[in-house]
């Protein structure tokens, strides 16, 4: 008797262990959808609505006043043949602005992360926190800093500086010159690139491992170059990549400089970009869904760049996406 009984009562152990796994699971899944929510919130409150909705508008003739007509692929044709300021201006002052200061500003942003990497602690600091700043305070240093550099008239500091050292003779009107306002705003672009993507690269290039340049230098390696080549690139591609994602996203939407030199619509339109373009119909012009159209065109062209940075700064995996499976299952 007392071997049936327990022989009946083994069986029961296991499954009052899996109504715990089971508990024990449901909890944390609890627990998740709470920190998870409010990011979910937000994230879909001021990102995945608004995308949302600005695909549907683009489908529509909308003048922020009448209800949306719906008018199908005709704002994406209007972009393609009817738009000659998007065709012969827009999209190559974009193109343009974006490969410079892109790719010129992920450069950049490398090269000083790099050297500040190599100075002491506090002095590492206070540089840093130098070539962030101006990431922060673009708006305010347009009106106080860049307006006063680039005055059309002699009190002008560049006009000033190149009329005492004899390259000019009169001041030139910097600002309404249609040949140089996209280089101007170019270079103020550069000026303001040391962002996150810079802040991210500091942090991985002082994560590397200092025993790996311990054993590089036993392997050969004798110099900052060799290391920085060898051994920083390759232990921070996370980094890498992030800062890229982060120069692209920020040069195509940086249409704030133009507009507060010169404007909007630019003279000329000779430093109007894609953003401009999109403020210019949507806030000037209320013509909503050609905007979103263009908002749309923007939101693909960032797609295919940033694909592109993820596929050149992404380790791949030799064994295929599925990889090679240790255990033998």
Excluded at 41 to 63: C, D, K, Y
Aim: charged share 15%.
């Amino acid at each position: 008797m007392a071997e049936q009984v327990k022989t009946t009562a083994e069986p029961h152990k296991p499954q009052i262990k899996k109504k715990k796994n089971k508990i024990s699971r449901r909890e944390n899944n609890w627990h998740g959808w709470v920190f998870i929510g409010p990011y979910a919130l937000i994230f879909s409150i001021f990102i995945l609505i608004p995308v949302i909705l600005a695909v549907i508008l683009s489908f529509t003739n909308f003048n922020a006043i009448q209800f949306p007509k719906f008018v199908g692929f005709l704002n994406y044709i209007t972009i393609l043949t009817s738009d000659a300021e998007f065709m012969k201006y827009v999209l190559p002052n974009t193109v343009i602005y974006a490969v410079i200061v892109g790719i010129g500003g992920y450069v950049l942003s490398f090269v000083l992360a790099w050297a500040l990497c190599n100075l002491t602690k506090p002095v590492r600091t206070v540089f840093a926190l130098i070539l962030y700043s101006p990431s922060m305070t673009t708006g305010v240093a347009m009106t106080v800093l860049w307006k006063v550099i680039f005055s059309g008239d002699q009190a002008g500091l560049l006009n000033s500086w190149l009329m005492e050292l004899g390259v000019i003779t009169e001041p030139v009107i910097w600002l309404i010159d249609a040949r140089f306002l996209l280089p101007i705003v170019i270079i103020i672009g550069l000026w303001s690139s040391m962002g996150i993507g810079f802040l991210s690269m500091i942090a991985g290039i002082l994560n590397t491992d200092a025993t790996l340049y311990e054993a590089a230098s036993i392997d050969g390696v004798s110099n900052r170059v060799q290391e920085m080549i060898y051994i920083t690139i390759p232990q921070m591609k996370p980094q890498m990549l992030f800062a890229a994602v982060m120069a692209i996203v920020g040069a195509f939407q940086n249409g704030m400089i133009s507009s507060m030199l010169v404007g909007n619509p630019s003279p000329g339109y000779a430093s109007q970009l894609l953003v401009n373009h999109i403020e210019d119909y949507g806030f000037l012009r209320y013509e909503m869904g050609y905007a979103a159209a263009i908002s749309v065109v923007l939101l693909l062209i960032v797609q295919l760049f940033s694909k592109g940075a993820n596929m050149l700064l992404t380790d791949k995996d030799p064994y295929g996406k599925k990889g090679v499976d240790t255990d033998g299952e």
